[in-house]
Every structure is written in structure tokens, then in C-alpha cells.
């Protein structure tokens, strides 16, 4: 009992400590651990297993719009990279540098890929000669590198694991509805399989990536009340194209330069599943995500029978959810604890009493709740349990998100906000930068994103009382 007890007092209540919270869940759920390399984390198998399924779900939908997968060199020459002078400045300040090969010194240095704009580009130079050659709707799977001065696992580390979408076009109108596509294309996964609701929208010029005409994000609320950036895609408009020279022969036999975009998700979403949905016991793992969907725990797994019901559950169970049996020799309170921790979704606890009444206990991870089952029935009530759950994780969420976003109709509102709520706040804006500076200055909240669900709730900017031009939606975020 002692050990089954100092497992859960091993986390710290949320409510007393987000931030230990966090960390605490992900070393105990073993999801990472720390490396000897400062600023990077070793992702173990529980953690890397919840990326291979949002990697593999999202690698389906992008091929289902054209896009196939490539690779490119994780270095960039210095050169390279300056050819786009907003992308090289924006940038600068968290690019690793290699300076030496072997014993020789380079005659050019490299920069460890921060992102790989400026390799596609150069490639494309090569690749695309006439509009026959156009679209190319191309991603890659890969590690990039930026040398971040605070770092967290998941949220923010040297090194992490993302895909990268660019894709060039004959047109700013197929640059454009890319874009747009594949940003909703993220918003749809986050909440199908994430059972993470976001709010879309366009960044504003200050916010916007480096280089780019405009930038479109997704923007989570986690349950502290930060946001939490969890999808981008950008517009690049022909900029790329003329600084690198990308340019192709139209069907008038005139030179055209291409349009591009570029769109990403890391392994940041590991944290924002952990913090949208994460409690004090732990991990909470939405079904459609996760690595195992249901643990059996079998009870005195020592009597004769048990086990070997209980592995026959698995295979039947095993065609249509992931399943696994857990017959180390752990108490049944220490397995209980354990599964609660890893946030597997449901468990099935069967004793030599449920086999002999042929039945056994589910225990749903997100609320407790305990129904028995006849074993004749299991599978159907699995999967009909593993849907509610899907479902009603992303409604919780979603009424978690209503309940802690407020407008703000002054500055005055907006301070008494920002100072004692936590969460996203709604406000006009007047579309200068020196409001975004003000505010992010007075209060570390800055513009998360203009949504493209626009409404008008004053006539006036929220921080400088100009006539306003866009809803703004604010926050503090990681």
C-alpha cells in the first residue's frame, strides 16, 4: 500500500504547481527523461510511441491531398540561408553553427537546419523549370535545431522532432487556399484525434513568420490558461521565389516566379495533450491517440484460469482496439495506479469470480466510472466506450476553453483581466504594432491571432481607443 500510495504522491497537484505538475507527469509516465546534452531530452518508448501515431495519422491526411514525403540535409550552408534576408534575421539567434570537420576547419560554416525554407528553395531553383513541373507538394519527417535559452520538455528543447510541409505553386491563389487548407487540415486533426478544440486564425505581421507574407496558426488553451501555439502555416508569396530564383516557363512561354508555403506540427503536441487534458493522477490520453487504449489487469493472476482468460480477452479485443495484458507480479493497486498514470484510456479488471459470472469491471481513465461488462459483449462495449470517451474529452475541453475567455471592451478591462484571470482574452485591435508592443510589454500577453470567425465587440481598440479593425485574440502563452 505504501508504494501504491507514494506513486501518485509522487505528482504534484496542478493547482499547487503547474509547472512542477508538468514536469513531474512527463518523467513518470516515462515519457522522456533528461540527457546529457543540455537543452535536449531522450524521448522514451511511451512518449515516442504517442508520436509514431500522430505522425502516422497525419502523414495519412496529408497524402490524401497530393503531398509525398522527401528529405533534405540537416546543413545549410551560411550562404544559402543569408539569400533571404527577413528568414536570416528572424532566425539568427537560435541557429547552431558548425565550424569544423574533422581536424579541418570549414571553409564555409553550417548551420544546423532551424527549418529548411532555404534548402527547398535551392532545390526548387534546380527542380522546377515550366508549369508542367508545378505543384510540388512536398514534406519531410526531421529533427530541427534552435538554441533555446529556457527549455521544457516537449514545449520548448534545442533539438525536436516535426514535420515540414513546402509546397510551390504557379499561382498566389494555390498558394493561398494551400495554406489555408493545410491549416485546417491541423484544426481538424487537433480536435478529432486530439480532442483538443483551437481556434484558427492569422498572425499578425509582428507575429508572423520570418519571411513570410502571412502566417496562419492554431492556437490551444491549456489548462493553466496559457495558450499554446500548435500548428502554423505560411504563405510565402513569390519572396522565396525571387531571392533564390525559382522561376518557370508559363503556358504563354513567359518566366514566372513560383508561389510557396510552408506548414508545421512538432512534438510540441505531446505537451498540449498532456496539458489540455492531464490530471493529478497523471497522464489522460484520448483514445484515438493513444499507444494502448485498454490495459486488462488481471486480479490473483495466480489462480488457475486467470491468466489465460484474460490473454483470450486480449486476442479478441486485439482486432479492433490496441490492447495488452499486464501480468508482471504488481499488486493490482500498483498496476491501477500505473495504468492511471500512462493515461490508458480504459481498463478491464478480471478476478476469478468475474470469469466464473463471465463478466468483468471496465474503469474509464477520464472519469472513474466503473460498468460491468459480460465478457460475451466486450468488444462492442469497448469500442462504443472508447467513442463516448473521444467525444466527451474534447466537449470538457471545449467548455474548459468557453469558460476562461473574456472580452475586453478597454484597457482598463483588459488589465483587471490579464491580472487576475487566466485564459484567452477577446479584444479589438487597432492594427498597429506599437498597441501589440504595449501591451505585450505591461502585461506578457501578446496577440495569439486574429480568428477568421470575426466579430465586432466594440468599435474601439482595445489598448489605444482608435477606431479598431480586427478581433484579436490575447494571451499569455508558453
Same mark, same amino acid.
Given at each position: 500500500?505504501?508504494? !501504491?500510495?507514494? =506513486?501518485?504522491?509522487?505528482?504534484?497537484?496542478?493547482?499547487?504547481?503547474?509547472?512542477?505538475?508538468?514536469?513531474?507527469?512527463?518523467?513518470?509516465?516515462?515519457? +522522456?527523461?533528461?540527457?546529457?546534452?543540455?537543452?535536449?531530452?531522450?524521448?522514451?518508448?511511451?512518449?515516442?510511441?504517442?508520436?509514431?501515431?500522430?505522425?502516422?495519422?497525419?502523414?495519412?491526411?496529408?497524402?490524401?491531398?497530393?503531398?509525398?514525403?522527401?528529405?533534405?540535409?540537416?546543413?545549410?550552408?551560411?550562404?544559402?540561408?543569408?539569400?533571404?534576408?527577413?528568414?536570416?534575421?528572424?532566425?539568427?539567434?537560435?541557429?547552431?553553427?558548425?565550424?569544423?570537420?574533422?581536424?579541418?576547419?570549414?571553409?564555409?560554416?553550417?548551420?544546423?537546419?532551424?527549418?529548411?525554407?532555404?534548402?527547398?528553395?535551392?532545390?526548387?531553383?534546380?527542380?522546377? #523549370?515550366?508549369?508542367?513541373? &508545378?505543384? *510540388?507538394?512536398?514534406?519531410?519527417?526531421?529533427?530541427?535545431?534552435?538554441?533555446?535559452?529556457?527549455?521544457?520538455?516537449?514545449?520548448?528543447?534545442?533539438?525536436?522532432?516535426?514535420?515540414?510541409?513546402?509546397?510551390?505553386?504557379?499561382?498566389?491563389?494555390?498558394?493561398?487556399?494551400?495554406?489555408? #487548407?493545410? &491549416?485546417?487540415?491541423?484544426?481538424?486533426?487537433?480536435?478529432?484525434?486530439?480532442?483538443?478544440?483551437?481556434?484558427?486564425?492569422?498572425?499578425?505581421?509582428?507575429?508572423?513568420?520570418?519571411?513570410? !507574407?502571412?502566417?496562419?496558426?492554431?492556437?490551444?488553451?491549456?489548462?493553466?490558461?496559457?495558450?499554446?501555439?500548435?500548428?502554423?502555416?505560411?504563405?510565402?508569396?513569390?519572396?522565396?521565389?525571387?531571392?533564390?530564383?525559382?522561376?518557370?516557363?508559363?503556358?504563354?512561354? *513567359? =518566366?514566372?516566379?513560383?508561389?510557396?508555403?510552408?506548414?508545421?506540427?512538432?512534438?510540441?503536441?505531446?505537451?498540449?495533450? +498532456?496539458? @489540455?487534458?492531464?490530471?493529478?493522477?497523471?497522464?489522460? &490520453?484520448?483514445?484515438?491517440?493513444?499507444?494502448?487504449?485498454?490495459?486488462? +489487469?488481471?486480479?490473483? #493472476?495466480?489462480?488457475?484460469?486467470?491468466?489465460?482468460?484474460?490473454?483470450?480477452?486480449?486476442? *479478441?479485443?486485439? *482486432?479492433?482496439?490496441? @490492447?495488452?495484458?499486464?501480468?508482471?507480479?504488481?499488486?493490482?493497486?500498483?498496476?491501477?495506479?500505473?495504468?492511471?498514470?500512462?493515461?490508458?484510456?480504459?481498463?478491464?479488471?478480471?478476478?476469478?469470480?468475474?470469469?466464473?459470472?463471465?463478466?468483468?469491471?471496465?474503469?474509464?481513465?477520464?472519469?472513474?466510472?466503473?460498468?460491468?461488462?459480460?465478457?460475451?459483449?466486450?468488444?462492442?462495449?469497448?469500442?462504443?466506450?472508447?467513442?463516448?470517451?473521444?467525444?466527451?474529452?474534447?466537449?470538457?475541453?471545449?467548455?474548459?476553453?468557453?469558460?476562461?475567455?473574456?472580452?475586453?471592451?478597454?484597457?482598463?478591462?483588459?488589465?483587471?483581466?490579464?491580472?487576475?484571470?487566466?485564459?484567452?482574452?477577446?479584444?479589438?485591435?487597432?492594427?498597429?504594432?506599437?498597441?501589440?508592443?504595449?501591451?505585450?510589454?505591461?502585461?506578457?500577453?501578446?496577440?495569439?491571432?486574429?480568428?477568421?470567425? #470575426?466579430?465586432?465587440?466594440?468599435?474601439?481598440?482595445?489598448?489605444?481607443?482608435?477606431?479598431?479593425?480586427?478581433?484579436?485574440?490575447?494571451?499569455?502563452?508558453?
Amino acid at each position: 500500500m505504501a508504494k !501504491e500510495k507514494k =506513486l501518485v504522491e509522487a505528482i504534484t497537484s496542478m493547482e499547487e504547481d503547474f509547472a512542477q505538475w508538468y514536469t513531474d507527469v512527463v518523467k513518470k509516465a516515462e515519457l +522522456i527523461d533528461y540527457s546529457s546534452v543540455k537543452g535536449c531530452m531522450v524521448i522514451k518508448p511511451a512518449g515516442y510511441a504517442i508520436w509514431e501515431n500522430i505522425q502516422a495519422e497525419l502523414d495519412r491526411r496529408f497524402k490524401e491531398t497530393g503531398v509525398q514525403n522527401v528529405y533534405m540535409p540537416m546543413f545549410i550552408p551560411e550562404s544559402l540561408l543569408e539569400k533571404e534576408k527577413d528568414h536570416v534575421e528572424g532566425f539568427a539567434p537560435e541557429v547552431a553553427w558548425v565550424t569544423q570537420g574533422g581536424l579541418a576547419p570549414l571553409q564555409e560554416k553550417l548551420c544546423v537546419r532551424p527549418t529548411s525554407e532555404t534548402l527547398f528553395c535551392d532545390f526548387y531553383a534546380k527542380d522546377v #523549370q515550366s508549369y508542367r513541373d &508545378l505543384p *510540388k507538394l512536398y514534406n519531410q519527417w526531421c529533427s530541427v535545431v534552435r538554441w533555446e535559452k529556457e527549455t521544457r520538455p516537449f514545449l520548448r528543447s534545442r533539438e525536436f522532432l516535426w514535420q515540414e510541409g513546402h509546397t510551390a505553386h504557379a499561382t498566389a491563389k494555390e498558394a493561398e487556399e494551400r495554406t489555408e #487548407q493545410m &491549416l485546417h487540415l491541423y484544426a481538424d486533426f487537433c480536435e478529432e484525434v486530439l480532442a483538443m478544440p483551437v481556434i484558427r486564425g492569422r498572425k499578425t505581421d509582428k507575429e508572423k513568420f520570418a519571411g513570410a !507574407e502571412a502566417t496562419y496558426t492554431i492556437e490551444a488553451l491549456m489548462h493553466d490558461g496559457k495558450a499554446l501555439q500548435s500548428g502554423t502555416s505560411h504563405n510565402f508569396g513569390d519572396g522565396f521565389a525571387k531571392a533564390f530564383g525559382i522561376q518557370y516557363t508559363d503556358k504563354e512561354n *513567359k =518566366l514566372q516566379y513560383v508561389h510557396q508555403t510552408s506548414w508545421g506540427m512538432t512534438t510540441r503536441l505531446i505537451g498540449a495533450i +498532456i496539458m @489540455v487534458h492531464g490530471d493529478d493522477s497523471g497522464l489522460v &490520453l484520448p483514445p484515438a491517440i493513444a499507444p494502448t487504449q485498454l490495459a486488462i +489487469i488481471p486480479i490473483m #493472476q495466480k489462480k488457475e484460469g486467470v491468466l489465460e482468460k484474460a490473454e483470450e480477452v486480449r486476442a *479478441k479485443l486485439a *482486432k479492433t482496439v490496441r @490492447v495488452k495484458v499486464d501480468d508482471t507480479d504488481k499488486s493490482p493497486g500498483w498496476k491501477f495506479s500505473e495504468q492511471e498514470m500512462r493515461g490508458i484510456p480504459l481498463r478491464l479488471e478480471m478476478g476469478p469470480r468475474d470469469i466464473e459470472a463471465n463478466q468483468g469491471i471496465l474503469v474509464r481513465r477520464d472519469t472513474g466510472e466503473k460498468i460491468t461488462v459480460s465478457l460475451d459483449e466486450v468488444e462492442e462495449k469497448v469500442a462504443t466506450l472508447l467513442a463516448v470517451m473521444q467525444k466527451e474529452m474534447l466537449e470538457r475541453a471545449r467548455a474548459h476553453r468557453e469558460e476562461h475567455t473574456y472580452d475586453a471592451h478597454n484597457y482598463e478591462e483588459f488589465l483587471d483581466i490579464v491580472n487576475n484571470k487566466a485564459g484567452f482574452i477577446r479584444g479589438m485591435w487597432c492594427g498597429e504594432q506599437a498597441c501589440e508592443d504595449k501591451i505585450k510589454e505591461e502585461t506578457g500577453a501578446t496577440s495569439r491571432c486574429m480568428p477568421f470567425a #470575426q466579430e465586432t465587440i466594440a468599435d474601439t481598440c482595445v489598448c489605444c481607443g482608435k477606431p479598431a479593425k480586427k478581433l484579436v485574440y490575447w494571451g499569455r502563452a508558453y
